[in-house]
């Protein structure tokens, strides 16, 4: 009876709510195996980038639905133009298809983390923390989330805002190789994010134990390789922009995403949470590839931050 009884795991939070977007790739998806113990009983949907024709291995033992460009195209016929090919912001589809009440989506190059103590990260089950709890964008709490264990509001803080906000979005960060833009790459190519805590001036803590609600009215670069979200909540306005094959900018997917998330959740009342959970960013792509997909990109952007900054959004719109 022991036996039987250390075999049976137990049901995870949100199973039957959930789907992880694993996604693009044109790769064979062995990092599945690191994963298992946290994904194994949740649904994958897999949104398969390139040459539809390549055959991907999948680890056995997984739930999953596999989609390629061929699937794209024919589900959505002369709109399937409206995803991206040859580029990871093709997750898009992966989230349409979905029908569950929320989103989590990672790339096929991040592993299962370590925090400082050595003890591997369920990323999966921090993003969930955070989505079931509220935010607080409307008043910044010092001693970061105050809904975290350990962690409560400070002196100050008002009452009557305690009861804080729904949360939207659990925006989750990456140790080993940062997620930086190209120029930044070229300058610092051997820098990475230690899993471990320095306690010197040259060595700082890259570490940090912390969930913080992005303020109202701040904007922030979303990446979108450890993100999590409510699709019934948000879930439109979670449209990586149209980039890769064909199109002019690349690498500014999840940046448009971010954006017009932010500020519909600003509008609407909600929170945005960044900080825990960390996974490891295992590589790092090349920063000459990424400086040609950018280069458009980097002039963009100065002037689409100040559309977002000052677009005001009229009561009326009361949905995403």
């Known amino acids: 009876m022991s036996q039987l009884y250390s ?51 999948i680890p056995t033992g997984f739930d999953y639905e596999l989609y390629n460009r061929n699937d794209i195209n024919r589900i959505l016929g002369p709109k399937s133009s409206c995803i991206s090919f040859k580029d990871s912001a093709c997750r898009c589809f992966g989230y349409m298809v979905s029908k569950k009440k929320y989103i989590y989506t990672i790339d096929d190059d991040c592993f299962v983390a370590k925090d400082p103590s050595g003890k591997e990260i369920n990323a999966l089950e921090q993003h969930i923390k955070n989505l079931l709890s509220p935010s607080t964008p409307h008043f910044f709490n010092t001693l970061y989330d105050p809904y975290s264990d350990g962690a409560d509001f400070v002196r100050g803080y008002p009452f009557s805002m305690r009861e804080g906000a729904i949360t939207a979005v659990s925006h989750g960060l990456w140790l ?32 940090v134990d912390a969930v913080m609600t992005i303020p109202k009215g701040t904007l922030f670069p979303m990446c979108g390789m450890n993100l999590a979200y409510d699709r019934e909540l948000i879930g439109p306005a979670m449209y990586f922009g149209l980039m890769g094959d064909g199109q002019p900018i690349g690498r500014y997917d999840d940046m448009w995403a971010g954006w017009c998330v932010k500020v519909i959740c600003d509008h609407m009342g909600w929170g945005v949470k960044t900080g825990l959970p960390y996974i490891w960013h295992s590589k790092a792509s090349n920063p000459f590839v990424n400086l040609r997909k950018e280069y458009n990109g980097i002039f963009w952007l100065e ?12 009561k009326e719109c009361d949905s995403v």
């Open 303 to 314: 002037e689409a931050i100040p559309f977002f900054q000052s677009v005001t959004l009229p």
């Open 176 to 207: 080993n190789v940062p997620d930086y833009d190209a120029p930044t790459q070229l300058v610092k190519p051997l820098e990475r994010n230690s899993r471990k805590v320095y306690l010197s001036i040259q060595l700082p803590i890259l570490y």
């Open 7 to 57: 075999s049976m795991k137990p049901t995870p939070v949100l199973k039957d709510e959930l789907d992880i977007v694993v996604i693009p790739t044109i790769l064979n998806l062995d990092f599945l195996e690191m994963w298992r113990p946290f994904f194994e009983q949740y649904h994958l949907i897999i949104v398969k980038d390139g040459d539809s024709s390549r055959t991907i291995n």
